[in-house]
C-alpha cells in the first residue's frame, strides 16, 4: 500500500480517453470520488505532479491536460492510497513531456473545474522570478489558529485580521512557487486543544478522528493557493507523530512515523534520486533548490529513537543514504546555468534561541564546501535574518559573502502561536520580528537575490535585504 515511488502510465492522447471521462464527469460523478484538496508540485520542468484526495479509492486516478481548455490529453496511474485512521484517499498523477514555463489548464477526474498551472523555468532561463516561503503553518479557524486561545496558548489572532494563508492566497499571482520548510497543518495540536478547553467535548480516545479532522481543515484551507501553484513541502517534527511526542500511547499507528506526510505529498524525490518527501532537489529558471531532511537518517537526528525530540521516527534509508545524496547533489550542479543554490531544512542552528546542534554538525560542512548561497529554516516561531555564516563567522550579504546566508522564518501562525526569543540576538542576527507573516523572494538575476518578510495581518513589508554575488553566468532571457 504504503509507500512508493509511483509507477505512473502515460496515456497517448487520443479522443476515445477524454470521450470515457467526460462522459463519466456528465453523468454525475459519486460524491464520494468528487476531489478535494487538489495540489500541484514541480517534476522537473517538464512536469506536474497533480495529487488530490477522495473518499474513496479510485481505481485509476486520471487528469486531463492541456494547453487549451479543450484539454485533450490524459494522464493516468494506479496511486490511490490511504492509511490507518485516514477518512480520505490520496490520489496521485504525475503529467510529463510538458514545455518548460508554460501555461497548462488541467482537470483531475470526477472534478467540475478545469484549472491552471505554468511548469517550471528551464534551467538556465535568466529571467527574474518570485517565490515564497513559510514555515510552521497550521489549520486556521475553530481547530486552530483564531481569534481566540485555549489554556497554554498565545497571540490570538486580532478580530479582522488575515493569517497567512489568507494573506498567500490573495498574493499568490506574484510568486511561482510556495515552500514550506516544515511543520505542516498541526494536526498533532489535537491534544493541546482538548486538554486547554479549546476543543469540545473532551474525547483523548477518539480513534484518530479529530486529527484527522485538523488534517483535512487545513488541506481545504490551502486548496485555493495548491491548485494554482507548485507547494513544495519538507519535514518537520510536527508530522512525525499524532502529539509531538508527548503522549505516544495516545498515537494509533495511521499517525506514526510521518505517515500522513509521506502519503499526502508527491514531491520530485524520483527524479533527483532522492527520497519520498523528504529529500530531494529540483531546478527552476537560475536557482537549484534542495529539500533536506533535519528530523531523520543522519547521526543523532532529533526524530529518531534517542534523539532529542523522542518521536521514534525513520529511518527512511540506509545509514549515511541522506547525506552522501546531498553531497553528490551539490557535486552535480552546473553554476553556470544555475548560479544560485538555495537548501531548506526545518530546524535551524544559527538562532536565538535552542539550536540543532545536531543538524549543523551534519549538514553545515557540505552546504558551506558546495557553496550554498542561502539557507532557510522554520521550527522557531519568529522571523530572523541571519548574516551570511561560516562556523559562527559573520559576514556582511551585500559585500559577495563566500558563506551561506541564513534566515529563519517560523512565523506563518498554528494554535499554539508565536515564540518569545529565549536568547539575545545572536552575533550573525541582523533583525528579529515576533510577528505572523511569509517570506517573499525574489531572484532578480545571476548576481542579486532579495527577501522580504511580509506581515500576514495587512501585507506590510516589516524587512527586506539583498544578497549580493560577484559571478558571471550562462543564462538567456527571453526579454529585454
Not at 43 to 68: C, I, Q, Y
Not at 295 to 314: H, Q
Not at 336 to 349: L, S
Request: proline share 6%.
Amino acid at each position: 500500500m504504503l509507500f512508493k515511488t509511483a509507477t505512473v502510465v502515460a496515456l497517448a492522447a487520443t479522443a476515445s480517453c477524454a470521450t470515457i471521462l467526460s462522459e463519466k464527469r456528465n453523468s454525475g460523478c459519486p460524491d464520494d470520488q468528487e476531489p478535494t484538496q487538489v495540489r500541484l508540485a514541480y517534476h522537473g520542468d517538464r512536469g506536474m505532479s497533480v495529487s488530490w484526495n477522495t473518499k474513496s479509492k479510485l481505481a485509476k486516478p486520471s487528469v486531463e491536460f492541456g494547453t487549451t481548455m479543450e484539454l485533450g490529453g490524459t494522464v493516468s496511474s494506479s496511486e490511490s492510497i490511504t492509511y490507518p485512521t485516514s477518512s480520505t484517499y490520496n490520489n496521485h498523477v504525475v503529467i510529463t513531456g510538458l514545455q518548460p514555463n508554460t501555461r497548462y489548464h488541467y482537470q483531475p477526474y470526477c472534478s467540475q473545474r478545469i484549472y491552471s498551472f505554468t511548469t517550471a523555468k528551464s534551467v538556465g532561463d535568466g529571467d527574474d522570478f518570485k517565490f515564497a516561503m513559510v514555515g510552521d503553518m497550521g489549520t486556521m479557524g475553530p481547530d486552530g489558529l483564531s481569534t481566540t486561545v485555549g489554556k497554554g496558548a498565545a497571540n490570538p489572532l486580532k478580530p479582522g485580521e488575515k493569517n497567512s494563508i489568507d494573506s498567500l492566497h490573495d498574493q499568490k499571482t506574484s510568486f511561482d512557487f510556495v515552500w514550506h520548510v516544515g511543520d505542516i497543518a498541526y494536526a498533532d495540536s489535537w491534544v493541546k486543544e482538548e486538554t486547554g478547553g479549546y476543543v469540545t467535548p473532551l474525547n483523548l480516545n477518539d480513534k484518530g478522528a479529530e486529527y484527522d479532522k485538523i488534517l483535512n481543515e487545513f488541506y481545504d484551507e490551502i486548496e485555493p493557493i495548491t491548485r494554482d501553484v507548485p507547494y513544495m513541502v519538507g519535514p518537520g517534527n510536527h508530522e512525525a507523530n499524532c502529539d509531538n511526542g508527548a503522549n505516544l500511547t495516545l498515537c494509533l499507528p495511521g499517525q506514526l512515523n510521518f505517515t500522513g506526510y509521506r502519503a499526502h505529498w508527491n514531491m520530485p524525490s524520483d527524479v533527483s534520486g532522492g527520497v519520498e518527501n523528504f529529500w530531494y532537489s529540483w531546478n527552476h529558471g537560475m536557482v537549484h533548490f534542495i529539500t533536506f531532511n533535519t528530523e531523520t537518517d543522519f547521526p543523532n537526528a532529533p526524530d529518531e529513537p534517542g534523539g532529542e525530540g523522542a518521536e521514534f521516527a525513520g529511518p527512511f534509508a540506509p545509514s549515511g543514504a541522506q547525506l552522501a545524496w546531498l553531497a553528490k547533489d551539490l557535486a552535480a550542479v552546473d553554476r553556470k546555468k544555475t548560479p544560485w543554490v538555495i537548501a531548506a531544512g526545518h530546524r535551524p542552528w544559527y538562532v536565538s534561541t535552542t539550536e540543532c546542534k545536531e543538524c549543523q554538525a551534519a549538514f553545515e560542512p557540505l552546504l558551506l564546501k558546495y557553496g550554498v548561497d542561502l539557507v532557510l529554516h522554520g521550527h522557531k516561531h519568529f522571523y530572523e535574518r541571519e548574516s551570511a555564516i561560516n562556523n559562527f563567522t559573520a559576514s556582511e550579504i551585500e559585500k559577495n559573502p563566500s558563506a551561506p546566508w541564513y534566515i529563519v522564518n517560523g512565523a506563518a501562525g498554528h494554535y499554539d502561536g508565536l515564540d518569545t526569543p529565549t536568547f539575545p540576538l545572536v552575533p550573525t542576527s541582523r533583525k528579529l520580528i515576533v510577528e505572523y507573516g511569509w517570506s517573499l523572494f525574489t531572484v532578480h538575476n545571476c548576481t542579486h537575490l532579495t527577501t522580504e518578510f511580509i506581515a500576514s495581518g495587512n501585507g506590510s513589508v516589516l524587512d527586506t535585504a539583498t544578497l549580493y554575488k560577484a559571478r558571471t553566468c550562462d543564462v538567456t532571457k527571453d526579454h529585454p
